[in-house]
């Protein structure tokens, strides 16, 4: 049981790279730059696009986690496409794709259509490519969409959590956001998904974007020694990358979620502000800052803060916290942050 949920987690984890670090390594400075060059708007479309086929690559990427065969990988990612809520159909619109789905939704319908295509092996014999994508869409892929609504609103819990802490004291309620961002976006629950659905806002969208930003940055420097550098980096644009780590070893998030605390908290004191769509960001694409300065204003003072709150602080207390954590407490070691995706 827990190398099937490794693998599903593992499969998730570099589905989520795969699609979305594109639009969040240029999509924010891309929007700066088609003002003045409109020939990149086809740059920027095809980022978005490649988010839409999130469920897709989840599920081809968890088959080759599981090494199954071509067809069989092929069947669970048309499953998770159709248990994913990326797509709405309507009598007058037709079929209208948009967004990345339910994440957790597209790994409960992927993990169903890999036990329906292990179960169905070489049953099928001759009629193997005939059949076996159809059932997998018909099968686990409708149950994943029967079951969508119930795990959607699931999922709107955790914002209306959120959206009582935003009644509280600034500083208070900016730590607290910040953390349960910092934990959010190294889960399968969307960041983006749920500050859109509460419509978070002014100074509890600014915590939430540092929260984010703590963890993109925390697991890139704790995980720089155990994967190479590209890898690493990687993790600034999407700290998913590690979920499976996270699963396995929560204490591996303890340095970055205090790291977020602080930084919501600081939020709270400097006015940090965001926006729904920004709140769900960390530093990939530069969304929360840019976001922040196009709010406030570009002047010396807000650039100074931009720079301080959300590269150097996330840098200097991630620095100082792993090394705690790491070397003085020994409940983590850079192994913990091993990425396996060969």
């Known amino acids: 049981m827990k190398n099937f949920i490794n693998n599903v987690l593992t499969g998730m984890s570099m589905g989520i790279v795969v699609c979305l670090i594109p639009n969040a390594l240029?999509?924010?400075?891309?929007?700066?730059?088609?003002p003045y060059v409109p020939q990149l708007e086809i740059i920027l479309n095809t980022s978005v696009l490649a988010m839409s086929l999130?469920?897709?690559?989840?599920?081809?990427?968890?088959?080759?986690?599981?090494?199954?065969?071509p067809v069989q990988t092929c069947s669970v990612g048309l499953a998770a496409f159709v248990g994913s809520g990326v797509y709405t159909i309507d009598a007058d619109a037709g079929i209208t794709i948009a967004g990345i789905g339910v994440v957790i939704n597209i790994g409960i319908t992927t993990a169903l259509a890999v036990l329906f295509v292990q179960f169905l092996g070489n049953k099928l014999k001759d009629f193997t490519l005939l059949l076996m994508p159809a059932l997998a869409m018909f099968v686990p892929g409708l149950i994943g969409n029967a079951i969508l609504p119930f795990v959607r609103t699931g999922s709107g819990y955790v914002g209306l959590i959120i959206e009582h802490l935003t009644t509280l004291q600034p500083v208070v309620m900016g730590a607290l956001i910040a953390m349960i961002f910092s934990i959010l976006i190294i889960s399968p629950i969307s960041t983006i998904g749920v500050a859109t659905v509460i419509m978070l806002s002014g100074i509890g969208a600014g915590a939430a974007n540092l929260g984010v930003c703590a963890s993109g940055v925390g697991m890139c420097i704790a995980s720089y020694k155990a994967n190479n550098i590209g890898t690493a980096i990687a993790h600034v644009a999407s700290a998913k990358i590690q979920m499976r780590n996270f699963f396995m070893k929560p204490k591996i998030a303890f340095p970055m979620i205090i790291t977020a605390g602080i930084l919501g908290a600081l939020a709270g004191l400097f006015e940090i502000v965001g926006t729904p769509y920004s709140a769900g960001f960390g530093l990939g694409g530069f969304v929360g800052p840019l976001k922040y300065l196009s709010l406030v204003g570009w002047t010396p003072y807000t650039l100074t803060v931009a720079i301080t709150l959300f590269i150097a602080l996330p840098i200097l207390l991630n620095v100082i916290l792993l090394r705690i954590f790491s070397m003085k407490l020994k409940w983590i070691t850079s192994e913990d942050y091993?990425?396996?995706y060969e």
């Open 26 to 34: 240029v999509g924010e400075i891309l929007k700066l730059i088609i």
């Open 54 to 69: 999130l469920p897709v690559i989840i599920g081809v990427m968890t088959g080759i986690c599981f090494k199954l065969t």
């Open 338 to 340: 091993k990425v396996h």
